[in-house]
């Protein structure tokens, strides 16, 4: 009887992984979309070395910390690729704010190969993301 109830199982579990990851995608997307009324006040870029670069981005009406994240992530996603590469990884964001201005300041690496680690950004999906959502890149 196991046996013949085997194919089922697999099925079962196979159809609630999907269901898992339709889910947890929907949640990330939903994190990045831009605030109500934000205004994206620029980009300050900075090349550390050959591959590394800081981001400096400054909005008013972020929702928290996310949200200027969000924009450091489009800003690097869009100079990987200006850069001819297809890849990034971030580092860190510092942000802070002062009133109603936030500051972050996100450290990325940026290949033309995916590199090891687990916070990698395909550029190229990132950016066009970003668009969808309404953030603004370099």
Known sequence: MARALFPYGLALLAFGGLTGC???????????????GA?????QTQLLDANTVSFIVRMRGARDRADVVAYARCAAAQYTLI????FAQ???TNVGRSGDIW???GGFVISPDLPAGMRNLDAEVIVDDCREQGIPTV
């Open 22 to 36: 339709s889910s947890e995608a929907t949640g990330a997307r939903a994190a990045l979309s831009a605030p109500e």
């Open 39 to 43: 205004e994206y006040l620029g980009v």
């Open 83 to 86: 850069r001819g590469y297809g």
């Open 90 to 92: 971030h580092v860190r």
């Open 103 to 105: 500051e972050g300041d």
